[in-house]
């Protein structure tokens, strides 16, 4: 693929490149070169308090840059190349730039499984530091048409390789908590430790208002993913001109999946928030999604939305 030698190319200069992975679109850049990071948190607008995921060929690059216990090397060897993410101890001799993990001694890092991704780490030959490819608070991006209208003008080249399959943003992990709901869940994740999908509350209840879920997900701010529009949950119909998104069969009305299958839900989830904001109506409203397996990572970004 030429645009992937292209890619290459201007992130050795020091540029960053939006390329698909299975999750959603990232914004990538050298995580060996503090100009370069602060490149992705200038075109984002991201506050530099918030650190970034690394991404790696593989688990041997990964032990490079962290330390991995038992725990974390067997998530490794069950999940990657895929949606996981590990925020793990980083290490002294990792060579990764301080403004990567905001100053942090942890790092959080995933091996990515998309074939655009893995071509631009090898050709690259670097470590990438790649949130998602969207204007800061805003929605994130599954397909390219959809970086290019967060971030004109902002980057240099989006490499086009159509919808991202997963969705919505990886599951990360910390320890045997997870920070962030995503495509891999709970279930999944830990089996036989008995708290299912609950485990994500070990963080504690849900932040309030105006508060962050501590100080270990600094990024995952209350408001979020946020259309520039009201967004009401739980919605069984559409009220005064409000564009619906459904779940499961609803006759006239878009859907996120027909059949109610989840995971085509998450795969189409960003998309649809979208195209409701590009849309004439007023406000969104959004049916209401079961809170089991990647629903719940569904419900989280829902949540951030509406808020
Ligand atoms: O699927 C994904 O994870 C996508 C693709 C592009 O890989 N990336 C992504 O990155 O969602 P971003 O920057 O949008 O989200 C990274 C999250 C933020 O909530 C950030 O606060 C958290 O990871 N994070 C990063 N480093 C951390 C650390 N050391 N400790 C705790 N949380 C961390
Ligand atoms: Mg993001």
Redesign the pocket.
């Given at each position: 693929m030429a645009a992937i030698a292209e890619a290459a190319t201007l992130i050795r200069a020091g540029e960053c490149v939006a390329?698909p992975?299975?999750?959603?679109?990232?914004?990538?850049a050298d995580a060996t070169e503090s100009r370069a990071v602060a490149g992705i948190y200038a075109a984002k607008g991201?506050p530099s308090f918030?650190?970034?995921?690394v991404?790696v060929p593989d688990l041997a690059a990964a032990e490079r840059i962290a330390e991995f216990d038992e725990r974390a090397r067997d998530l490794a060897e069950r999940f990657w190349p895929g949606?996981l993410?590990l925020?793990?101890p980083?290490r002294a001799d990792a060579g990764i730039a301080s403004l990567?993990?905001?100053g942090?001694?942890?790092?959080?890092i995933?091996v990515?499984r998309h074939r655009a991704?893995q071509a631009l780490l090898e050709a690259s030959g670097k470590p990438l530091a790649?949130?998602?490819?969207?204007a800061s608070g805003s929605i994130?991006p599954t397909r390219a048409e959809h970086v290019a209208k967060s971030l004109a003008g902002r980057i240099p080249l989006v490499i086009d390789d159509g919808a991202t399959p997963?969705g919505?943003?990886?599951?990360?992990v910390?320890g045997n908590r997870i920070?962030?709901p995503?495509?891999l869940s709970a279930e999944q994740l830990f089996p036989g430790e008995g708290r299912g999908a609950d485990l994500d509350s070990e963080a504690g209840p849900r932040p309030s208002p105006g508060k962050e879920a501590g100080?270990?997900?600094?990024?995952?701010?209350d408001s979020h993913y946020a259309p520039s529009k009201p967004v009401r949950l739980n919605a069984t119909e559409a009220q005064g001109g409000e564009y619906l998104i459904g779940f499961g069969p609803i006759p006239g009305v878009e859907t996120l999946s027909a059949i109610g299958d989840l995971t085509e839900a998450a795969a189409n989830l960003f998309d649809a928030l979208h195209r409701a904001d590009a849309s004439d109506a007023p406000a969104i409203a959004v049916a209401p999604i079961p809170e089991t397996g990647i629903g719940v990572a569904i419900n989280d970004r829902l949540r951030r939305a509406a808020y």
């Open positions: 390329v992975t299975e999750t959603v679109y990232g914004l990538a991201r918030n650190p970034l995921i991404h949606p993410t925020v793990l980083l990567v993990t905001a942090l001694d942890t790092i959080a995933r990515p991704m790649a949130p998602s490819a969207n994130s997963a919505v943003e990886s599951t990360i910390m920070l962030r995503g495509p100080i270990v997900a600094p990024g995952q701010l």
